[in-house]
């Protein structure tokens, strides 16, 4: 069985730094993109980073690009997306997707083409 579980959101003061993890299980990792999407108040979802589990080729996003990091542990099965310069725009509910097959990061920040989700973990950015 499939399980992403967020951790890591919470309150977090404008301007400051907070990190994300993704805990993956019941599928073949190797095989494997995940990645982080966000949904903000009055929006739609959208993709902001995923990773290739195989090879740790990345996508990008612009609401955090310049600002964020997305990593993995392989040995842990875990996906870490670190954001600085939090903003009150960037409050949100942060979700982790996965897409069980290559190829991947595009497809999966872009397209959308996610086969599971976490639950979704809430990111407040405010003093």
């Known amino acids: 069985q499939v399980e992403l579980v967020e951790s890591g959101g919470g309150l977090v003061q404008p301007g400051g730094s907070l990190k994300l993890s993704c805990a993956a299980s019941g599928f073949n990792l190797d095989t494997s993109v995940i990645g982080w999407f966000r949904q903000v108040p009055g929006k739609e979802r959208e993709g902001l980073s995923c990773?290739?589990?195989?090879?740790?080729?990345?996508y990008v996003r612009d609401p955090v690009k310049g600002r964020s990091t997305i990593s993995r542990d392989n040995a842990k099965s875990t996906v870490n997306l670190e954001i600085e310069g939090l903003k009150p725009a960037d409050t949100g509910v942060y979700y982790c997707?996965?897409?069980?097959?290559?190829?991947?990061?595009?497809?999966?920040?872009?397209?959308?083409?996610?086969?599971?989700w976490g639950q979704g973990i809430q990111v407040t950015v405010s003093s």
């Open positions: 997707a996965v897409r069980l097959s290559q190829p991947g990061p595009f497809r999966l920040c872009v397209l959308d083409e996610a086969n599971h």
């Open positions: 990773i290739s589990m195989s090879d740790g080729r990345t």
